[in-house]
């Protein structure tokens, strides 16, 4: 007998997925992991059984409640669900569906709308932090007329501003989770690796690509094509997992942390071609970012992936902090060159005299919109 649920699809900047009411899962009898597996149709590489779009960034899921009692409007859990493995991570926050939060707690008048702009306090519980969406809504109504692009997404939306609150320690506790700006680690078939790993917003490593082989300028599919990069970089990532204390055994990375820490090549500015063939030149960015998403090279970046660049940039002694232009900080204004295009943001921070940074807040900017509204049917 087939079961059904209410859901939403929202895209949330480069990244779409389903959007549940938490008081609406209350009420089913299953465990909550396979669930969602059956609403995403996973596992299977083409997920044709459910609404999982066969990708890494369309298989995710949000589940929405309305707070009654804390200084927040929304709260929001961020569900990560594996494509080909029965596996669902809540490990970490995903940013670009952030974005389509403070829109949904709109059209499902969990927020009093307000004109000219909609500020939503978001509560996300996978890292016990604050984003706060200002959503555009002229005259009190919301409408999805604006006139902002984003890379990595066709055509115009609406501007979102998200403002990420203290958002150091989002997993570990720390801005620093080995207390080191950087570490070298003996990785497993390949020697050792310099990393740093900054965890703001979402937990990250960072690799100067140049030293493992890359230039940091490739493109999804010369990383996705070759199978042995693909390993290498996940036991480079799951050492870093390892260290952080995620796991126990290497062999466990890809299963139990498969989502965090995120794998983040950097490398100098400079002149690269990205997926729609538009050239970007080393003026129009200050560093450049390759990320990997569950296993396989993102299309684009993940949104917390870019806030946590913006303070591992001005972290001294970070890879990052090495390799980004120096005047971007002149105005705590960065814009990072990625695989489809560029992305920019801002940070607000204070460096003491010994060099230790807090974050106040990271800032960033997407477009979001809902795709449907419906009925999910599940066995």
């Not at 059904?4 to 929202?10: D, G, Q």
């Not at 899921?61 to 709260?75: C, F, G, Q, R, T």
Request: overall charge negative.
């Amino acid at each position: 007998m087939l079961r059904e649920l209410k859901c939403s699809i929202y895209r949330g900047g480069t990244s779409k997925g389903v959007f549940l009411l938490e008081e609406d899962l209350k009420n089913l009898p299953d465990d909550l992991d396979q669930v969602l597996l059956k609403v995403m149709g996973s596992p299977d590489i083409r997920q044709i059984d459910g609404l999982g779009g066969a990708v890494s960034t369309t298989s995710k899921v949000a589940i929405i409640s309305k707070e009654l009692n804390e200084p927040w409007d929304v709260n929001y859990t961020f569900a990560q669900v594996s494509v080909d493995k029965p596996v669902v991570s809540y490990a970490g926050n995903c940013g670009n569906i952030s974005s389509a939060v403070g829109i949904f707690a709109i059209e499902n008048k969990m927020v009093e709308i307000q004109d000219p702009v909609t500020i939503v306090k978001v509560y996300n519980t996978n890292t016990k932090k604050v984003i706060e969406e200002s959503v555009p809504t002229p005259n009190g109504e919301l409408i999805y007329s604006e006139d902002f692009k984003i890379a990595g997404v066709p055509g115009k939306g609406l501007k979102i501003d998200l403002t990420f609150v203290n958002p150091a320690g989002s997993l570990t506790g720390k801005l620093l989770p080995t207390g080191n700006s950087s570490d070298v680690f003996s990785v497993e078939g390949v020697g050792d690796v310099e990393m740093s790993i900054v965890d703001a917003s979402n937990p990250l490593v960072y690799v100067d690509a140049r030293e493992i082989g890359l230039t940091g300028y490739e493109k999804v599919s010369e990383i996705d094509g070759d199978q042995a990069l693909l390993e290498k970089l996940e036991r480079i990532r799951g050492t870093a997992a390892l260290k952080m204390g995620l796991i126990k055994n290497l062999e466990d990375s890809s299963t139990i942390s498969p989502g965090v820490p995120k794998l983040t090549l950097v490398a100098p500015s400079k002149v690269y071609e990205d997926a729609s063939g538009n050239i970007i030149s080393e003026l129009d960015y200050d560093l450049s970012i390759r990320m990997m998403s569950m296993q396989k090279a993102h299309k684009s970046i993940a949104l917390t992936g870019a806030l946590c660049t913006l303070a591992a940039s001005v972290i001294p002694g970070t890879i990052p902090n090495r390799l980004v232009k120096k005047h971007a900080a002149e105005n705590n204004t960065y814009t990072l060159g990625h695989s489809s295009g560029t992305i920019s943001g801002c940070i607000d921070y204070e460096k003491s005299e010994d060099g230790t940074v807090e974050v106040h807040s990271v800032t960033s900017y997407r477009t979001a919109r809902k795709i449907l509204t419906g009925t999910v049917f599940f066995n």
